[in-house]
């Protein structure tokens, strides 16, 4: 079982930027690959970025492509999603969840979100104009 918590979200002027982590528990987490979701009212869950299990390979959705960084330290057990030049349209919720069956896989099959096995309780980005 792994347990996963955000942290960092927060109210940001357009612009702006802000640094997302995701702490886990367990000791396979440096074995799972990890990604970000985001969720505004109203829509669907969205992925925004992934990462394999040694941090080698990521993948990024193209609206966040050159804006966003995902990393990981294994050794603290966290996640982190960097965000520069945030715009209005990336408030959302944002989620990292984690992939247990596919630690090296890096496609657009990997953005759905079957295969994450588990996720946090999500951190409120609000971007304002």
């Known amino acids: 079982q792994v347990q996963l918590i955000e942290s960092g979200g927060g109210l940001v002027q357009a612009g702006g930027s802000l640094r997302l982590s995701c702490a886990a528990s367990?000791?396979?987490?440096?074995?799972?690959?990890m990604a970000w979701f985001r969720q505004a009212p109203g829509t669907e869950r969205d992925f925004v970025a992934r990462?394999?299990?040694?941090?080698?390979?990521?993948y990024y959705a193209e609206s966040v492509k050159g804006r966003f960084t995902i990393s990981r330290d294994n050794a603290k057990n966290t996640v982190y999603l960097q965000m520069n030049s945030l715009k209005p349209e990336d408030t959302a919720a944002y989620y990292c969840?984690?992939?247990?069956?596919?630690?090296?896989?890096?496609?657009?099959?990997?953005?759905?979100?079957?295969?994450?096995?588990?996720w946090g309780q999500g951190t409120q980005v609000t971007v304002s104009s």
């Open positions: 969840a984690a992939d247990p069956s596919r630690p090296y896989s890096i496609s657009r099959i990997t953005a759905a979100l079957t295969g994450y096995d588990y």
């Open positions: 990462i394999t299990w040694s941090g080698g390979s990521t």
């Open positions: 367990g000791r396979t987490f440096s074995g799972y690959a």
